[in-house]
């Protein structure tokens, strides 16, 4: 299994970034993308995930109703729309990929790819 999150970058607070995440896989069955965010000196948290049906988004408190997450089965991609940031979103935010039946926790993900920096200045 393979997944790049990519799309970070600086943004004011306020702003939007929209990142995107490629997937891959042979035999490990997808049931859910999620993404998650680590920020310096912070535990890795959970920040939502989209299933392979794409039915109802779930978000963690913390971003819900400002962040969306959709995505393209077509194009192997899941993205995460961010709206009215804030510098405490100011993260390294990946995402990775769940073959289990619950979604809601980071330790939940099996496979990870490498981050993306979402730097939010005030």
């Known amino acids: 299994v393979q997944l790049q999150a990519s799309g970070g970058g600086l943004v004011q607070a306020g702003g939007s970034l929209r990142l995107s995440c490629v997937y891959s896989?042979?035999?490990?069955?997808?049931?859910?993308v999620g993404w998650h965010r680590q920020a310096p000196g912070q535990e890795r948290e959970f920040v939502g995930y989209?299933?392979?049906?794409?039915?109802?988004?779930y978000y963690s408190d913390s971003v819900r109703g400002r962040f969306t997450i959709s995505r393209d089965n077509t194009m192997s991609m899941v993205y995460l729309q961010m709206n009215s940031l804030k510098p405490e979103d100011t993260a390294v935010y990946y995402c990775a990929a769940n073959s289990r039946g619950e979604y809601d926790s980071t330790y939940l993900y099996d496979y990870w790819g490498p981050g993306t920096l979402v730097t939010v200045s005030s």
């Open positions: 896989t042979n035999t490990y069955r997808i049931n859910a």
């Open positions: 989209i299933t392979d049906l794409a039915r109802s988004p």
